[in-house]
């Protein structure tokens, strides 16, 4: 049995064209990730992006760069001497310090004003400098045999300049080996050409060291031209994504409005429609009537019945747009007071009993015995149960059942359910048969249509009880449909208050007022 239930946050209007609205919104997003997959790795907005990065990198190890090379100056005394090894602690000071001086207006630049040729040409020249001013550090030994203990330092001094290499300048594409490659080139192979096996095995690693930091360089910038590429995709998505969601706001705002608009205009229209209306259908109830005297011919009279009942149904479909205007715009005003749903149910039956018995449908009750009142709009109830009893009137065949049940939910509200044994309402079409004017292919058959609009009056006045509404329909079975009131609105009975009877205190009467008393009654009596 499918099944269908609106609370108050449901909308009267069902959208028949989601599917084709949602094919649209896939095709939309399918072409918004072609193109972010598009993005080329060489674009300039990456190289400008890595030589941030680059910058960024060695600022944040601006007092790195700095102890490290006067660490490595103080070592490097053991083997060049103080001269050697304070000219090039102040000329390594000297280079970090252009190095490090751009990259600081680098960071600080607009990011539209970056150029990038030429900041790509600035730090590969720096880093060359850098790289040979490493390199010098190893020159003094190189006409000599520096003992065991030179080269183990040598060789720890280089490897620590590798791994600082490897973790600042990896953005910038090949800067670390042309920082370090000079440097172990002249070590490996000093080491090389003394034959030892200790400084054959430190060759050795130090070329194997180098091309493992080579390696795990172009990881690390494949990995950070990842990052932004996937940072980009992001971006340009949440753009898509806000400008999709701008303008479907807008249409959704316009849609409002309009919709808004055409409620409050109904809503005032209500004269101007039902006069015209009223006149037609009095003057109509005359002709058809002849009270004015007997039409001469036959066909007037057939004419005026016609008109009279066109204008009826014209009316009452003109009543139900109203008042589903009016429930839309706002202007529905419910008059609550305590009422007992039972009588108002009783009464709906009364008025569709004498229809349903010319069909030969019997309308069966169940009600539990000693409900309260509820505090709600007898005639927004009324019209409730009576569109439900009409609904299911007009469905259901010669002979069927209709049962109308009333009792108490497991929250504490009521509930009121109509059920027929009807052809039922096919799954698919529930929505159609829910919004306004829609109609379902049983109905558009059948020789008693409506306008459509009874079931969302009916969502729309439930709705403004904060109850909730349920329908549930299977084919050639019956459709139910029940209507919650919440536990809010049922009244409570309260146990009646004993009142005592008060004592009559009488005061003490002296005897000069006696007297006064008794010559007051003489002389009204008198």
């Not at 006409?143 to 203990?149: A, G, H, S």
């Not at 808004?260 to 101007?272: N, Q, V, W």
């Not at 008109?307 to 003109?318: K, M, P, V």
């Not at 009137?393 to 504490?412: M, N, Q, Y």
Request: hydrophobic share 45%; proline share 4%; charged share 20%.
């Amino acid at each position: 049995m499918s099944k269908y239930k609106a609370t108050g946050s449901d909308k009267n209007i069902v959208d028949r064209s989601r599917k084709s609205r949602g094919g649209s919104s896939a095709r939309a997003i399918k072409d918004v990730r072609y193109r972010l997959n598009s993005f080329q790795p060489t674009s300039p907005r990456f190289e400008r992006e890595l030589m941030l990065a680059f910058a960024r990198n060695h600022l944040n190890a601006i007092i790195l760069f700095p102890v490290i090379v006067l660490l490595v100056g103080v070592i490097s005394y053991q083997w060049a001497g103080f001269i050697m090894s304070a000219s090039w602690v102040g000329t390594m000071m000297l280079i970090y310090g252009v190095l490090l001086t751009s990259c600081r207006r680098l960071s600080v630049k607009d990011y539209n004003d970056i150029n990038v040729n030429n900041w790509r040409l600035r730090f590969y020249t720096s880093t060359i400098i850098a790289g040979v001013g490493w390199a010098a550090l190893f020159i003094p030994t190189m006409m000599t045999i520096p003992p065991l203990t030179h080269q183990v330092m040598q060789f720890s001094v280089l490897l620590c300049i590798m791994i600082l290499v490897a973790i600042t300048a990896y953005p910038l594409k090949l800067a670390g080996s042309l920082i370090a490659i000079p440097a172990v080139l002249l070590l490996a192979v000093r080491f090389a050409v003394m034959l030892d096996p200790v400084s054959l095995i430190m060759s050795a690693v130090l070329i194997i060291a180098q091309v493992f930091f080579s390696v795990l360089g172009e990881k690390l910038f494949k990995n950070a031209l990842n990052n932004l590429k996937n940072q980009a995709e992001k971006d340009q998505l949440i753009a898509e994504l806000a400008t999709a969601s701008s303008i479907s706001e807008e249409a959704r705002r316009r849609a409002e409005e309009a919709n808004l608009a055409k409620s409050r205009f109904l809503a005032t229209m209500s004269h101007e429609l039902r006069t015209p209306l009223n006149a037609i259908l009095g003057f109509s109830e005359v002709m058809k009537n002849e009270v004015l005297g007997p039409l001469e011919n036959s066909h007037y009279k057939e004419y005026s019945t016609d008109i009279h009942a066109s204008g009826t149904h014209l009316l009452e479909l003109i009543n139900e747009i109203l008042d589903l205007s009016r429930i839309e715009a706002g202007r529905y005003n419910l008059v609550e007071e305590a009422i007992l749903i039972e009588h108002v149910a009783t009464e709906c039956e009364q008025l569709i009993k004498l229809k349903a018995k010319n069909k030969g449908i019997s309308i069966v009750k169940q009600i539990a015995r000693g409900l309260p009142q509820v505090w709600a709009d007898e005639r927004s109830i009324r019209q409730v149960i009576l569109n439900l009893l009409s609904n299911a009137l007009k469905f259901t065949p010669t002979g069927g059942r209709i049962e109308i049940r009333i009792g108490w939910t497991a929250a504490g509200g009521q509930y009121i359910t109509i059920r027929d044994n009807g052809p039922g309402i096919p799954e698919e079409e529930i929505p159609v048969v829910l919004s306004s004017f829609g109609q379902g292919s049983i109905a558009i058959k059948s020789a008693e249509q409506g306008t459509g609009l009874g079931l969302p009056i009916v969502q729309a006045l439930v709705d403004k009880h904060e109850g909730t509404f349920e329908l549930k329909s299977k084919l050639r079975e019956g459709t139910e449909v029940t209507v919650t009131l919440p536990s809010s609105r049922v009244m409570e009975v309260m146990p009646a208050i004993e009142q005592e009877t008060p004592s009559i205190i009488t005061p003490e009467i002296t005897g000069k007022k006696r007297f006064s008393i008794f010559r007051n009654r003489q002389s009204a009596t008198g």
